[in-house]
């Protein structure tokens, strides 16, 4: 996924020209080269985004703010993550 999609930056051409370009160089493996590290930041993207955010809303309810301020709150502290 991501090792397409650099190729595809780097030297231009359509997508199925990248993929066979490829997997013509690296074989099947190549075409998943970097597919771990990019499932990883997307993991930990989801789980900050959908486990704080809420956490954070909730407190701010808590505190008496106002639902505004709570979903920015938390929209602030899931982005920082």
């Known amino acids: 996924l991501e090792l ?6 780097r030297f231009g051409g ?25 499932s990883q930041r997307e993991a930990f993207f989801a789980v900050g985004y959908l486990g704080l955010s809420p956490r954070v809303e909730r407190v701010c309810d808590s505190l008496e703010m106002s639902p505004t301020a709570g979903v920015a709150a938390g929209s602030i502290a899931s982005g920082v993550l």
């Open 4 to 9: 397409t999609m650099i190729q595809q930056q």
């Open 14 to 38: 359509t997508l199925p020209g990248t993929l066979r370009r490829l997997y013509e160089r690296n074989g099947l493996s190549g075409l998943f080269r970097g597919f771990i590290p990019a």
